[in-house]
Every structure is written in structure tokens, then in C-alpha cells.
């Protein structure tokens, strides 16, 4: 199995905090990382088992004397009552790294977690594989920022990557079946993934009347993929009512599923667009779910730039969550039309970034850069993410940096 960069994260906030809490979809390796670096002695358990998950349900005390920690609960989120119970635990033992908790249905656990283990337990979060850790460099993957510091490590780990290449990469998706394993068939992988996404997870977050129209819901959602979030638009194509679709949408931000992008403004001005902007975070279960049956069908297609864009802001995303980082992204588009495709804040200081589907990008792809003046916050460097094989400064503010660098 390849090595994932957020080990040193889990592992320094196992020293510090008595509970971590690791999240994200099934199937991103949640349970294969903690158990990879579990020290021997740790317990295992996942509430998978519904004998454990009964048991955890009706005497949370009783299944901590039988699964004594320090222990691995996996998928934690199927029994709410045991984080009062893992609350006294700590609070009784004092000592750091002593539970291991996996989930991946954010919709009900955050809530049990912040009632009941508030300063308790840290959060980190795991999807699928990173573009980094593919290619072996999973201990050198640092948050990314157009900056020097940033431009010259990657430099030194970057491998080429033609466009053929690319799209490979994006249509076959980040989950490390489908990477671990490169003769497994992804229409197989990906339609049983959304059955049994639906059989266990949605039907335990809401109510569906009918399989079929969730899943049209899903695949309507991914041809939305780096659109405005327009909520009439979805009802409408599925059949629903806005209230459903914003249930239903909410169900898959919190399954890890999606990723929703917000706009940023200020105060200062009040022609901004205010809705956010909608992402599916593995591009493989995206192309599979808007029918494209080849790389090469994807690449010529319609969708291509968007998967593209898609493709960028969940890696970028990775490199974050991935180190133990908050990302604060925002997109930025006003009343005219006019956007910037990602601000990145950091240290208020504003760094936008453009994606392109270009080798060849010029500077007019940092035009739009300029709106941020008028907010009266400084900017820093400016990077158009693109296909070069090599970055190049398009001016003393702004460079081009390949996609192949991420």
C-alpha cells in the first residue's frame, strides 16, 4: 500500500490529544492507514459488526471493559452513545492517543462529537489518494501556494505528465482500489461503490423513497461538477422538491462525497455572487457517473475542462487536509460575470488561481486578478495552474505552474 502524507498529522495529534477522529468516504484507506501505523497491542473494532454495534448502543460502559483501549473503533458513527462513555474514559485516564475513531458519515457524528468530546478529540480527514502519493512522495506533499518556497520542492519531485496521461488519471479516480489495483474493471468498482453507498450510508442519514431518483440526484449532481450550486435547477431535472435536494445535497457534503466551494466577499462590496460553487471530489466515480467511457472520450468531450477544474481543487484540497491544515478557499465572481476560478487566504493575504486546459497559457488568463484591488486586501502571488511541463513567470506577479507540480 502507498504511504499517505497525513500519517505524521495522525500521528502527532495522536501525542497531543486523548481522541482522534479520522472521516471520509468508505473505501479512501481510513482503516488501512490507522491500522498500517497502529502500535502493537492496539484493539480493533468496527461497528460494521452489529453485535459490537448493539453492544456499543445499549452499554457503551460494557463494550469499553471488553474492547479496552487504546483501540481502533471503526465507523464510530453507528453508535452515538458511546461518546460520553469515551468522555469519561479520557477524562478518567488522562493520557493522549488512547482512542482511534474512523467515520465516514459526517451528517449525524460531528454532532455527537461536539457535545460530547469538544477539546477532546482532533479531526482529520482522508479521501482518496493524492497525486503526491502516487507517485511516491507522500512525506514531501506540502500545502499548496504559489509562492518560491512551494514552486521549489516541487520541482525537484515533479515527474512529466502528458495529456493522455492526465485524463487517464482523472477518469480512473483516486480511490486506492482503483490504484492499487490497475487491472480492476472501474464501471464494476464504481456502480457497486454507489450500491452500497445507498444500502448503508444513505438510507442511515435520510430517508429515500425511491433508489432510483437518489441515484439520478447523484449523477445530476456530478454533471454539475465546478458549476454554481442552483438548487431550482436540480429539483427540477431529478423530480424533486428544493427541500429534498438541498437534504439530499447536504447528505453527500456530508458523506465526503462533494465539496462545496464558498464565495468570497467582504463588506466592502455588494456585487458579488453569493452562492457557492459545487465540486465532486474523486473525478473517477464523476466521469463514471456522467457516462464517459474512455480517457480519451473524456478528454475530447464537452465535460473536459470541468473535470479538469474538478480534478485541480481536490488536489489542492489534499494537499491541505492532508498535512493537518484547514484549507480556506473561496472562488471569487461578481454580478458581471467576471471570476477567479480560487482564492486561497492565508495570513490575510489573498492568492488567486486560475485553471487552464492550455500548454500555452498568456497573461490575459490573469486578468480577472485585478478585481481583488478594489477589496482593500493584499494579494499575493498568483499562479494559472496549466498543462506546461515546466513553470515559467508570466510576470513578476503571476506564474504558470503545471499541473504535474501538484
Not at 475542462?305 to 465572481?333: C, D, H, M, Q
Request: charged share 20%.
Amino acid at each position: 500500500m502507498l504511504s499517505r502524507t497525513l500519517k505524521t498529522s495522525l500521528m502527532q495529534a495522536s501525542r497531543t490529544f486523548p481522541v482522534v477522529l479520522l472521516t471520509g468516504p468508505r473505501q479512501v484507506g481510513k482503516t488501512t492507514l490507522l491500522g498500517g501505523i497502529a502500535e502493537t497491542g492496539r484493539n480493533y473494532i468496527t461497528l460494521d459488526d452489529m453485535d459490537a454495534r448493539a453492544l456499543a448502543e445499549s452499554d457503551p460502559a460494557l463494550f469499553l471493559q471488553r474492547y479496552r483501549p487504546p483501540i481502533i473503533i471503526d465507523e464510530v458513527q453507528y453508535a452515538p452513545k458511546l461518546f460520553s462513555q469515551i468522555k469519561i474514559a479520557v477524562d478518567k485516564s488522562k493520557k493522549n492517543g488512547q482512542f482511534w475513531l474512523t467515520g465516514s458519515q459526517k451528517f449525524h457524528l460531528m454532532q455527537s462529537v461536539t457535545e460530547s468530546l469538544a477539546g477532546r478529540v482532533a479531526i482529520l480527514e482522508l479521501n482518496g489518494f493524492s497525486q503526491a502519493e502516487i507517485n511516491d512522495h507522500a512525506d514531501q506533499a506540502l500545502p499548496f501556494l504559489p509562492t518560491e518556497d512551494w514552486l521549489g520542492q516541487a520541482r525537484l519531485r515533479a515527474k512529466k505528465m502528458g495529456l493522455d496521461a492526465l485524463y487517464k488519471k482523472i477518469w480512473r479516480g483516486s480511490y486506492p482500489r482503483v490504484i492499487v489495483e490497475p487491472d480492476i474493471s472501474t464501471d464494476l468498482f464504481y456502480s457497486s461503490y454507489i450500491q452500497t453507498y445507498i444500502q448503508r450510508d444513505i438510507k442511515e442519514i435520510i430517508k429515500i423513497s425511491s433508489e432510483k431518483t437518489f441515484y439520478n440526484f447523484i449523477r445530476v449532481i456530478a454533471a454539475r461538477t465546478s458549476q454554481l450550486l442552483n438548487y431550482a435547477d436540480i429539483a427540477r431535472d431529478v423530480g424533486i422538491d428544493q427541500k429534498t435536494a438541498k437534504a439530499w445535497l447536504s447528505a453527500l457534503e456530508a458523506s465526503g462525497l462533494v465539496y462545496l466551494l464558498p464565495p468570497y466577499h467582504n463588506n466592502l462590496t455588494s456585487r458579488l455572487i453569493k452562492t457557492p460553487k459545487l465540486y465532486f471530489l474523486d473525478t473517477g466515480l464523476c466521469a463514471y457517473l456522467t457516462k464517459w467511457s474512455t480517457p480519451q472520450a473524456l478528454e475530447a468531450g464537452a465535460f473536459s475542462g470541468a473535470i479538469l477544474e474538478t480534478w485541480v481543487i481536490a488536489e489542492l484540497l489534499k494537499s491541505y487536509w492532508y498535512n493537518g491544515k484547514t484549507p480556506y478557499f473561496y472562488f471569487y465572481r461578481n454580478k458581471d460575470q467576471k471570476e477567479i476560478d480560487l482564492i486561497i487566504e492565508q495570513d490575510n493575504t489573498l492568492y488567486p488561481i486560475e485553471i487552464k486546459k492550455s500548454a500555452t497559457p498568456s497573461l490575459n488568463a490573469a486578468n480577472n486578478f485585478a478585481l481583488l484591488a478594489k477589496l482593500n486586501q493584499h494579494v499575493g502571488h498568483g499562479a494559472i495552474i496549466c498543462l506546461r511541463q515546466k513553470d515559467i513567470p508570466l510576470s513578476a506577479e503571476v506564474d504558470a505552474i503545471p499541473i504535474a507540480y501538484l
